[in-house]
Each structure stands twice: as C-alpha cells, then as structure tokens.
C-alpha cells in the first residue's frame, strides 16, 4: 500500500504510565500498516519527552483540548481513515482489519464495544450497554473509526467543547449516517471512576450529558465538570 491504512489518532494529557503498554498493545494487535499519530496538549509529566525520543510514529503538541488535539491529528493524517482512541485504552486484536470490513460494508463510522477494566458491578453494566446501537450508549472510551472526508464534511470535533466532545460529534454522526458498532471491546482503563467514586462519578456525568442534551453551553458544562470532577 502506497499509504497506511488507519491514521490512528491518540490524544495525550500527563499519559506517561500508559504510554509504554498501549505503544505495546498497538504494534502487537494491528495487521496492517499504520500511521500513529500522538498529540499532546501540553504535558508536565514527561509525556511529550518520552514519545519524541521513542520514533517510528508522529508527535505534535497543540493548546490542551482533546477536541483541538484530535481535529489537530486528522489534520496532518495521510490515511483515508480515521481511528481516535485514548491513551488508557486498547484496542483488541486485528482492530485495524476489523474496522477495514466495516468501511467495506458501506459504514462511514462506528465504535467497538466497552470493557472497563473494573469488577464493579455498575462499571460492567456500562461495558453491556456498549452494546446497543444508541447514541445514548456511545461514548469516547468505546474509541472512534470514521472516514476522513465524512469527518470533515461534518467539520469535525466542535472546538468549543472542552468535555463532552466525543458525544458531541458522535450525536452529530448518528443523525448523517448509519453508525456502526462492532462486537469486539476495546479495554479502558476505570482509573477515573477509582479517583472519584464509581457512583459519584456516573451521576455527574450523567449531569453532564443531561445539561448538554437540554441546550446548556460548552462552557457551562466545562465548568461543572472542573467543579466535581478530579
């Protein structure tokens, strides 16, 4: 192939224990050739030193803001397809030709299932209903395959949005084309939801969500989330 098959997207906020096993869990799960492309948002952990110095993939740094970070990756993808994922997850194996037989099936984008890395019975809860093809169901952690000429006729990541970005996009994705959601999970870290509480945590997200579904602006809901959230 002339270029790779997947630009996989990954942003990067003070990742650095995370980065040595998902750089790991990349090359020995994918099948084809692909582009890795990190973006960091201004990391103060070392992030951003360790990835210039590791090579065989791209690294750029851009203002914090996963959105502007992940249209910032897209931007400098030379694949045809798009992969975001973040960095506490993985994606399972053959990911990359998993995601190839959807594009060939006709879908423009699509989501794997969840599997929190958690035995707490309401986190397993959240990983089921991964399963369901609801835009109430999707999120970011599922990580997201779109193609990149669909990503961009639809403007891509809404800049304004410093949480709730992924559903954001997704919502908009959902009402332009059929959404795809593949049977295999993707394993998340449940790293917030320790640092929080699991309980606490899913009721302010689903504040959060709530607030942005009956009309609440971007900055409102940023500011909820800095108040409540670690």
């Given at each position: ?11 990067v ?8 096993g998902?750089?790991t869990?990349l ?7 692909n ?10 952990d070392g992030?951003?030193e360790?990835?210039?110095i ?5 690294v ?10 992940q ?6 993808a030379?694949?045809d397809?798009?992969?975001f994922i ?22 423009k984008a699509?989501?794997f ?11 397993q ?19 997201l ?12 990541f809404?800049?304004?949005y ?23 999970e ?5 790293r ?20 942005r579904?009956?009309?609440k602006s971007p900055?409102?809901l ?9």
């Amino acid at each position: 192939m002339n270029k790779p098959y997947l630009s996989i997207i990954i942003p990067v906020l003070n990742e650095i224990d995370q980065l040595e096993g998902l750089l790991t869990a990349l090359r020995k799960n994918m099948i084809f050739e692909n582009e890795i492309i990190f973006v960091d948002g201004g990391s103060s952990d070392g992030s951003f030193e360790f990835l210039k110095i590791k090579g065989a993939y791209s690294v750029i740094q851009t203002k914090k803001g996963r959105a502007r970070q992940q249209n910032s990756g897209a931007e400098m993808a030379s694949s045809d397809f798009l992969y975001f994922i973040h960095a506490d997850t993985v994606p399972p194996y053959g990911f990359d030709k998993t995601i190839h037989q959807a594009f060939k099936q006709g879908y423009k984008a699509g989501s794997f299932r969840l599997k929190f890395l958690s035995s707490h019975i309401s986190l397993q809860l959240v990983s089921f209903a991964s399963r369901f093809n609801n835009r109430f169901c999707r999120g970011g952690d599922q990580s997201l395959f779109i193609k990149k000429t669909f990503f961009e006729s639809i403007k891509g990541f809404n800049e304004e949005y410093l949480v709730c970005e992924d559903g954001e996009l997704i919502d908009r994705i959902y009402k332009k084309t059929l959404f795809c959601v593949l049977p295999q999970e993707v394993k998340t870290s449940a790293r917030r939801y320790e640092d929080n509480g699991v309980f606490r945590l899913q009721f302010h997200f689903f504040m959060i969500h709530l607030l942005r579904h009956v009309g609440k602006s971007p900055y409102m809901l940023h500011q909820y989330y800095s108040h409540f959230v670690k």
